[in-house]
């Protein structure tokens, strides 16, 4: 491919970007452009059928050229600073008052900062240096004409460009400070629906073991009075079947809003665990008709974590739950074992005298009974005897090693989803992001562009009074 071939080859390419990146704009962008452009194009040659130039081709020329580079900062930011060398140093005045402007507008597009730099320092070197040639070629530029030079390129882009500089800098900032405060934001609301969620989860689970266990106890009496209202007062016998009835449904209604519970540990056991609370509890069940007994093997109190005395705690109320309900008459022992490092309590039932079918459990008890001695660091034993019956035990560090589920639950993270969207990383420092800083940085470069804009008046007065 000949020299002359590939510039026509990358000219018709980028003829095409640009048509595709005009399609591509939002239709309120290309109206916006189109408008500024027009305005641009009026400013600069309305002026010159009522102040004939000496040369109004040129001006003309720089009139349009001026609004061509309007929409041109948007995808040549780069060029377009370039591209205002002329207009500098052209005689139109009135489209080198829309400079500024646009070598603002395009220096914040500039990346990186680097790049920025180097190419206000090529168009303010090259603003100076093609106005002073302008002047040489009526003779040798004098000493007002060389700071004319300086100072044009200085007001017209090296000043503006500076304040682009510093606003591009703060949008970035603003940006991280707005993702930083959404971040924030979901953590905290994370952090209270995490919380909710234990509160719910070990709502559900008292509920479950109260509750349930005071249900059970309701519905073994009731199955009792019912026997007793069939020998004895036979139309009671309908109203007791009808209690027995309802406590089974509220006992599966039960179960059905719980769902699978989620057992959670670390909170204040009181004085569970104890050999009193084991007693009470078996007492509460031979209340209930059941032959229940209690073995305490100890030598002196357990100084446990409350953690493990409220494993205690459940292990035997389900053990004893279970008994009630499904091996109604069998004896039930529990027993209570300290080995020094860990204690092991068991509740065994024998096979029930009469044989009855199994009540409609779904387990929720026992999965959480293993949920909540895993993350102690024991085990968890349910299952049938070889002789018959049940028997549920569990060994459980006296000192757990693992902290409480509170402090190794997983924190928000991408959050998850807060996934990888705004919010998804660690903000950065208040060092970097603040308040202060960039406001600071907006009024400085406001501050910045005030000799432009009084540059700017002062050339539009002397034009006018020219």
Known sequence: MSPAVRPCGRARREAAAIREAVRAAPRRTVVTESVLAGLVLLCS????????????????????????????????????????????????????????????????????????????????????????????????????????????A??????????????????????????????????????????????????????????????????????????????????????????????????????????????????????????????????????????????????????????TRQAVHRVTREGLTNALKHAPGAPVRVTFQDEGDTVVVAVVNDAPPVRCSPGAGNRSGLVGLQERISLLGGTLHAGPCPEGGFVLSARIPVRPDVPPVHA??????????VSAGAGSRPPLSTEVLTWPRLLGGGCAALLVMLPTVGGTIALLIMALLH
Do not use: K
């Not at 190794?408 to 989803?417: A, D, L, R």
């Open 45 to 152: 040659l309305a002026p010159v059928p009522l102040i004939p130039p000496a040369h109004p081709v040129a001006v003309a020329l720089l009139g349009v050229w001026a609004a061509l580079l309007v929409p041109a900062r948007r995808m040549y930011p780069a060029l377009t600073v370039l591209g205002c060398v002329p207009v500098i140093a052209g005689d139109n005045v009135w489209a080198m008052v829309v400079v500024p402007c646009v070598v603002w507008s395009a220096v914040r597009r500039i990346a990186p900062v680097r790049r920025a730099w180097g190419v206000i320092g090529a168009g303010s070197a090259g603003a100076a240096l093609l106005s002073i040639a302008d002047q040489s070629l009526s003779g040798l530029p004098t000493l007002p004409y060389l700071v004319a030079g300086a100072g044009g």
């Open 408 to 417: 190794t639950s997983p924190g928000p993270v991408s959050v998850g989803p």
């Open 154 to 307: 200085a007001l017209f882009i090296l000043l503006p460009a500076l304040s682009g500089l510093m606003m591009g800098r703060r949008r970035p900032l603003t940006g991280l400070l707005r993702e930083r405060n959404a971040y924030l934001e979901q953590t905290r609301f994370l952090i209270d629906e995490a919380a909710r969620m234990e509160e719910r989860a070990r709502i559900a689970a008292e509920m479950h073991d109260l509750i349930g266990h005071r249900i059970s106890l309701i519905s073994v009496h009731a199955g009792a009075l019912q026997l007793a209202a069939e020998r004895q007062a036979l139309p009671l016998a309908s109203q007791a079947e009808l209690l027995r009835t309802t406590a089974g449904t509220a006992m599966d209604e039960l179960r059905g809003i719980l769902g699978v519970l989620r057992h959670q540990t670390g909170e204040n056991s009181g004085e569970r665990g104890t050999h009193e609370d084991l007693s009470a509890l078996v007492a509460d069940s031979r209340n209930a008709g059941a032959d229940a007994e209690l073995h305490w093997t100890a030598s002196e109190p357990t100084d446990a974590d409350p953690r």
